[in-house]
């Protein structure tokens, strides 16, 4: 069930079974097996949009010698309101257009595609290369920081939908209780760019008020663009609450990954980043921009297949 605004979900969380990989979706049977990685392949990361640009931009802080390379889907953007399985096969087909141009890492920046594609992708690519994602990052940290058990959560229908962020949660802290709200308009209005509006106040105010309501002291941002208005979120919760987000957990754990793989990079040299979108390449450019907060130059065009009714971004 998919929950409005002005409705929240309150559970002990949830262990709903893995997904699989569904009947005549379109995509291949498993993603084709990837060439011995080298330390001097970039990480890759993919996002529905340019949302992802908030995890890339605490893993170029937190690792400079590292390469990295970035797909957005901005052609079939938005995701939060997608079914489980057009998720799965969008995830596996950029996965697999990374993996053939070779990575020693695949990152998973989009919340709604971790919710539904994680467990297919972690069987499809176990002992292949190394796949981090966000949802239990984030998930770890709000259970260790809420002292009343009380943890909210915002995200994309699809991700509220998952019961990703339920499981997740109660893997770290089984007794906490997962408040979580839906907003399929958020992310556009933060992606369609421009000054924060009065559009956004709404959708904001009205995304906060369950979670007051419920009295919750740690808030969970479970979508990439929301960092992007974390000074909104934080002024309509209230400074006691804690936010969190996936960007710096995700380069921990990117950190972590390397070196367990002994994949890491010389410290001593500067990394490249490199950028590939599905849709419109300048307009990735320009909105990229704001997300990244660093400069972005060439846009390589991927085509995909873009459902119909859907308009590319």
């Not at 070779?102 to 499809?124: D, F, Q």
């Not at 959560?153 to 499981?167: E, F, H, W």
């Not at 001593?268 to 980043?273: H, L, P, S, T, V």
């Not at 921009?289 to 085509?303: D, M, N, S």
């Amino acid at each position: 069930m998919v929950y409005a605004l002005d409705r929240a979900v309150s559970t002990r969380a949830r262990r709903p079974p893995p997904a699989a990989a569904p009947p005549g979706s379109g995509a291949p049977a498993t993603i084709a097996p990837v060439a011995r990685s080298d330390r001097s392949l970039p990480v890759a990361v993919f996002d529905s949009g340019v949302g992802g640009l908030t995890v890339l931009h605490e893993c170029l802080v937190s690792l400079p010698h590292e390469d990295f390379l970035y797909l957005g889907d901005t052609a079939r953007f938005p995701y939060g309101d997608r079914s489980a399985e057009e998720l799965l096969g969008f995830a596996r087909e950029l996965a697999g257009i990374l993996l053939d141009r070779g990575a020693k890492l695949l990152v998973i920046a989009c919340n709604s595609a971790t919710s539904a594609a994680l467990p297919v992708l972690e069987e499809e690519l176990r002992g292949r290369v190394p796949l981090v994602a966000v949802v239990k990052p984030e998930s770890k940290l709000a259970a260790a920081a809420t002292t009343t058990g009380r943890v909210g959560l915002i995200a994309t229908p699809a991700t509220v939908n998952s019961g990703a962020y339920a499981q997740a949660l109660a893997e770290e802290a089984p007794r906490a209780e997962l408040h979580a709200v839906a907003s399929a308009e958020l992310a556009p209005l933060i992606q369609a760019g421009g000054e924060v509006d009065h559009r956004t106040l709404a959708c904001v105010e009205g995304a906060c008020r369950p979670l007051k309501q419920a009295q919750v002291d740690t808030v969970i941002l479970g979508c990439t663009h929301y960092p992007l208005v974390r000074p909104v979120l934080q002024r309509e919760l209230g400074r006691g609450v804690t936010i969190v987000s996936s960007g710096e957990a995700i380069a921990h754990e990117v950190e972590s990954r390397l070196r367990e793989a002994e994949l890491e990079n010389d410290a001593a040299r500067r990394g490249n980043y490199s950028f590939l979108a599905t849709g419109d390449p300048e307009q990735f450019r320009r909105a990229g921009t704001r997300f990244l907060q660093l400069p972005i130059g060439a846009v390589e065009h991927v085509a995909v297949a873009v459902p119909a009714g859907r308009r590319a971004a």
